[in-house]
């Protein structure tokens, strides 16, 4: 019986580990969301709004409210270009200087 519950928590414990998100980074996302913003890429852009919604989660449950307004931002900014791709012709990031400050 022993035995078997050593396994079992070991089972829990690696399949855990496989079975867990990678978090993109801050840098990974500021690159990959202004080069989204000035050409709004289709599918490459829904991707990202994914991985800051992750980001948003990690920073929540850090309690780092500032940081997740600006990812939330940052959020907004991509899918104003994504859906108004054809009426904006220069866009800029407004957020990318606040997720650099509050992140």
Known sequence: MKYLTIFFIKFLLFSNFVMA???PTKSNILKNSSDCIKDSQTQFCKELISEIEKLQVVVFDQNRFKCQSSLLG???EIIA???LKNFLNK???LM???VIKNC
């Open 74 to 76: 940052l959020q907004s």
């Open 21 to 23: 998100e990678t978090i």
């Open 91 to 93: 866009r800029i990031s």
């Open 81 to 83: 270009a994504y859906y």
């Open 96 to 98: 990318i200087p606040y």
